[in-house]
């Protein structure tokens, strides 16, 4: 089995990109990989709760994001120095994450197989 790490760093609602990562997400795990998410910089508002998606007429990710437990992705990666940015903590995103600082997203990098952006 390979180890997969996605890294985000788009906005939750800028065009289809992140619905395909997701998907790719869902269908890597689904044929029983190793498969992690690292969300940095604008990527970090796509776990922020909450969202009003019917405003912009969009399709909420939410709901994605909630299911990844099932597909066994349990180590989701939020940057400090994004959330922190953008004024968010841990506590405005809607399913548990790991935090990890920037100095540290590089040691994360190298014990990934595949590493995936989008």
Known sequence: ???FL???QSA???GHQV???LDAVLLTAAFDQS???LLLDHAVFHLKKNQRTDLVAVKDTA???RSLALYDIDNIYVESESLSG???SQEDLLIPTKIIYRAQVASLLQTYDV???G
């Open 12 to 14: 939750a609602y800028g």
């Open 19 to 21: 619905q395909e990562v």
């Open 86 to 88: 953008y004024g968010l």
């Open 35 to 37: 498969v992690s998410l």
């Open 63 to 65: 709901a994605v994001y």
């Open 6 to 8: 996605f890294v985000l």
């Open 115 to 117: 590493i995936l952006s």
């Open 1 to 3: 089995m390979k180890s």
